[in-house]
């Protein structure tokens, strides 16, 4: 495993990416919200189906423990697949999980020309990987946890070769909108993280020199009877990483207060928790310059789900 965590300068979201790093180790492995990571790579995977591309390296930006391999595995043969992400507690996991055990298997992997994976804990804006290297980058659920996600994408675009792909997707503007409505409404002294929007991003991979970005959005509601449950699974997805939220440990008074304020959002009994999903898609050009000179379309869908 592979240590390279330089970041370069630049201008921040209010995010807290150490406490993002803490909390994800602290989760283990996210396994308590599996349920819609795992989802929403599987509909990501879905786009791929459509997109004629071979892979030899791929890169996981983002990658957690690595759950993503198999994904990967079921549309694409014989590739190299490259995990990044800060957290050494997470790549330690995904380490171990797919580590050779005994010769059969290191003879078995040889004979089927099947890879070991590789873990690196890195900034996705600094990887520390040759230029111009890697076939396709996939993300999923992790650009917005990062406090530069235009250094992000103008990394993708550098370890990309001529060509390459790049697939993610993460969380929109009204993730978890009821929560920050009720925290407004009970005049509670915290925030919420914000999350960017998908014309935003678009922008970003076009003067970071991308072309044709795709971008699409999923509407998924999760439904509550109890408000503790709700805000149990908003841990569970990864917290509130905001440089600008309550520092100390809530109070009782202040989660009382918090609940009995979502308890005013109940339709037929039941409080909403909405989870937008923006999905996006853009192939890596070498010629950068006059990009903002020239008439980009980009493609926008909307969907909802569940």
């Given amino acids: ?13 209010p995010i807290n990416i150490s406490h993002v790093s803490k909390q994800f180790s602290r989760r283990n492995g996210l396994v308590n919200s ?52 800060r957290s050494f507690h997470l790549l330690n996991i995904g380490h171990k999980k797919f580590k050779q055990k005994g010769m059969f298997n290191k003879i078995k992997d040889i004979l089927t020309k099947k890879s070991v994976p590789i873990f690196i804990q890195s900034d996705m804006s600094a990887s520390g990987l040759k230029s111009e290297s890697i076939d396709m980058v996939w993300s999923n659920l992790a650009l917005h946890w990062h406090n530069k996600p235009k250094s992000v994408i103008d990394e993708w675009h550098r370890i990309l070769k001529d060509n390459g792909l790049v697939v993610f997707s993460y969380f929109g503007p009204d993730t978890i909108k009821e929560v920050r409505s009720a925290i407004n409404n009970a005049k509670i002294e915290t925030e919420m993280m914000y999350f960017i929007d998908m014309h ?70 039941l409080i909403n928790l909405t989870i937008e999903i923006i999905y996006g898609h853009a192939w890596r050009k070498t010629n950068r310059k006059n990009n903002s000179e020239k008439t980009i379309k980009m493609a926008f869908q909307s969907t909802n789900s569940f």
């Avoid at 495993?1 to 979201?13: A, C, G, P, Q």
């Avoid at 189906?49 to 892979?55: A, C, G």
């Avoid at 678009?202 to 709700?230: A, Q, S, W």
Wanted: glycine content about 6%; aromatic content about 8%.
């Fill in 34 to 85: 599996q349920f819609l990571y795992a989802e929403i790579a599987s509909r990501l995977a879905n786009n791929l189906k459509y997109i004629k591309i071979k892979p030899k390296n791929i890169v996981d930006s983002g990658c957690g423990i690595g759950n993503n391999l198999s994904i990967l595995q079921s549309i694409y043969k014989n590739f190299n697949y490259i995990g990044i992400d």
């Fill in 200 to 269: 935003d991003v678009g922008d970003m991979l076009i003067h970071n020199g991308f072309e044709n970005p795709v971008m699409h959005k999923d509407t998924i509601t999760l439904t509550y009877k109890n408000p503790l449950r709700l805000l149990r699974d908003v841990h569970y997805i990864g917290g509130n990483a905001s440089m600008n939220r309550k520092k100390n440990l809530a109070s009782k008074a202040w989660l009382t207060a918090l609940c009995e304020s979502l308890d005013k959002q109940r339709n037929n009994s």
């Fill in 1 to 13: 495993m592979i240590n390279n965590t330089d970041k370069e300068k630049e201008s921040s979201l």
